[in-house]
């Protein structure tokens, strides 16, 4: 059954007017129309609207808890997509490979410097890719949390000294994406990107279309995304790693310099790459 405006309004404590002013500004909720062109909501849209009032009682600022609500945090994800979904103002970028590779390094170099016992994650799409940038990230998870990487792995593993390794659904669409979350109170750092078609050949370099952000909650949304395509056949593995990423506390909204180290790094990597050789693939 569909529920009328100030019925939501009751239900949630959000009047009428901040539930439009919600909708025009940050397209949220999304309700459906009646034939009169009154607003019908679902429990799906009140329970979101719950949960962004939460967030706002905790502290969390309105754009941010609007985007926490967007983001899903089940199996299957596409990381790059639900990023778009829930950030619609990040512009996505069109990247060479070895561009790519070296944002992710700059955001991998960034987490060695200043995120103590953070959760770091990746998704290679092929295990072949991982290999290759194998050692740095055994580097990686030596001081962290929870370090996990996702591939076409044919079975999950867990490596001493290394990062878990999680196998994902051959429909899975984190198949066709390149991703790398940093999340530690120090540091928050998410890239996805998705492999455009059509790009790959022996003279021809592949592309991908790419966003960014440092923003604590899709951040820790996004590591949540990636943890859901893991369990989908390492559940084992995962047992703890709710508790884990739990017990993390969110990096500082207010920490304008690290969000200005880490874009400097990223910019500088980024320049570098496209006067020098490509850098040996990061995945």
Known sequence: MMIPIGEVAVRTGVGEATLRMWEQR?????????????????????????????????????????????????????????????????????????????????????????????????????????????RRWAELARTARLAAVLADFAAPASPPRAPLELPLEPDAPLRREWAVVVDAPGCAACLAAWEVPGGAGPHIERVYEAVWTVAPEPVRAAARILLGNGRARAAELLADADQRLDELPLADEEGLERVVALTNRMVAYVARATVAPAPSPAM
């Open 26 to 134: 940050y397209g949220f909720p999304e309700p459906e129309r009646a034939n009169s062109g009154a607003r019908r909501y679902s429990e799906r849209d009140v329970d979101l609207i719950r949960q962004v009032v939460r967030d706002r009682d905790r502290g969390l600022a309105l754009r941010a808890a609007i985007a926490r609500a967007r983001l899903p945090s089940g199996a299957e994800e596409s990381l790059f997509a639900s990023l778009r979904r829930a950030l619609p103002e990040l512009s996505p970028q069109r990247l060479p490979k070895r561009a790519l590779v070296a944002m992710s390094r700059a955001i991998e170099d960034e987490a060695l410097a200043c995120a103590q016992r953070a959760v770091v994650l990746a998704a290679f799409q092929r295990e072949r890719f991982y290999r290759q940038s194998q």
